[in-house]
């Protein structure tokens, strides 16, 4: 018989009808959609899976957002599965650290299409597509919060999993939330290495828990994260398109890997040089370039409202106008007054942040036989050596009030860099003005 063609959705984390966090303030219509943003990514899921026509669809937990998951999101979410269960596709699902098996459930019976993975032992699940044999996937759910055990190693157990060769036949593929290798943004939850999935003979890994999409190898065995379908909060791992991954296959073997994003809000952080301003421009300048930048960043949004966090950059005499003592916070919000267009779309400014830095060169000054002089060589010769570096940050520790100990203890060395960095430009700045 003739290798068919199908494709399959894979999707993680969709937190449904979860909290959003680092909000503490947003306009009344932006406020509705975060409400429903989370619902409304799985709708987008659903639609996608229906329009692509897809085999099956994989859920690599963290369906919700907690063990006491609220009935709007387990209703929205069996309406979901109704509908593709009328169109004869397949819902697996395996549960994570927030959602782990065993939660409260307003639903005592879900339709026939929907698999929920045991936490006992890995299972093997055989699908069937237009008739035919297309895969079997093997998940394995969380039976509490705190899992510290590589599960991997629970699917190697498995007879024909424990060669890690992968025979011919129908797709392998592995469902799991776990950690792989150093994520220092997510909690080490059933840690495994990627020489771990290696060795256990699937052609798939389908996981989840890391809310960022990527591809951690496409080599003879698959190992991809899609993300989580819709952002949480500003933070580095939530920022930027979400979504899930389409995956095309053709008997065993996976073509390609698609990435469609599913985000209603999206959350975006860039980078604005002010240097861009002439030497002559003001803050009212600077408010116009960064309406222009967010126009052209809804322009490319596809309709999705935008919660925006900027980092001023560069050298610049506006530095001197965005360090003055409020000045920053009641740009901020003058942005959020007038930032907001039906004819642009939704945008709510979330911060802006001022790493900008005064029109100076620091380097200029090495050559100077005087206090400046001496002061740039030993700011240079510090933050290049990791040894003066540890040393300064034991003397700000010592020095630090108690409450400001803790944050500094955890700062890294780059953080350290740019707060030498900071420094040094704000004592040669007022230096100057002085000799002025």
Known sequence: MASMRFSFIHAADLHLDTPFEGITRVSPQLAELLRDASLQALDRVVELALER?????????????????????????????????????????????????????????????????????????????QGQKVATVYGLSYDRQEVRENLVRRFGARPELASGTRECGDLRIGLLHC???????????????????????????????????????SQEQWV???????????????????????????????????????????????SVDVGELSGTSDLSDLRRLLVQRAELLLSQSAGRALILRVHL?????????????????????????????????????????????????????????????????????????????????????AAAPSQFLRRLGGVKEERLVELLDEAAYQVVDALEANEE
């Open 179 to 217: 950690t792989v290798g150093q994520q220092p943004d997510h909690a080490p939850y059933s840690p495994c290495s990627l020489e771990d999935l290696r060795r256990v003979g699937v052609d798939y890994w389908a996981l989840g828990h890391i809310h960022r999409h990527a591809v951690l190898s």
């Open 53 to 129: 026509q897809v085999a099956f669809v994989l859920l690599a937990g963290d369906l919700y957002d907690g063990e006491d998951r609220g009935v709007r999101a387990q209703l929205r979410f069996l309406r979901g599965v109704e509908r593709l269960s009328r169109e004869g596709i397949s819902v697996l699902l395996c549960h994570g650290n927030h959602d782990p098996l065993g939660g409260w459930s307003a639903v005592r019976r879900w339709p026939d299409n929907v698999k929920v993975f045991s936490c006992r032992e890995v299972e093997a699940i055989p699908i069937f597509w």
């Open 313 to 397: 950059t560069g050298r610049s005499h506006l530095y001197h106008l965005l360090t003055r003592p409020g000045a920053l916070g009641q740009l901020l919000q003058d942005l959020r007054e007038g930032g907001e267009s039906e004819e642009s779309g939704l945008l709510w400014w979330e911060s802006l942040v001022n790493n900008t830095r005064p029109p100076i060169d620091l380097c200029v000054y090495e050559e100077r036989a005087d206090f400046l002089g001496a002061f740039v060589l030993q700011w240079k010769k510090t933050r290049g050596d990791p040894g003066q570096l540890a040393a300064v940050k034991e003397q700000l520790l």
């Open 224 to 270: 991809v994260y899609p993300g989580n379908t819709q952002g949480r909060s500003p933070k580095p791992s939530e920022t930027g398109a979400k979504g899930v991954v389409v995956v095309t296959c053709e008997g065993n073997r996976v073509l390609g890997v698609e990435h469609v994003p599913t985000d209603v809000v999206r959350f975006v952080t860039v």
